[in-house]
């Protein structure tokens, strides 16, 4: 029997699974920057969220 082994800890806010559809040119532009694309795609996602936030706030 395999000692129990609790993995990583639960994170706060986690992410969510989601499909989406986006343009041939955006994905190859993203994919082209090599590992950790998505992760880019999502910091550029919450740059332009926080961007309009600022604005909106003005």
Known sequence: MKPF???RPKLAAPKEH???RH???????YRATGAG???RVNADLLAVITKA???SKL
């Open 18 to 20: 989601v499909s989406l």
């Open 37 to 39: 694309w998505q992760s």
């Open 5 to 7: 082994r609790p993995g």
């Open 53 to 55: 936030s600022a604005k």
């Open 23 to 29: 343009d041939q040119q955006a994905l190859k532009h």
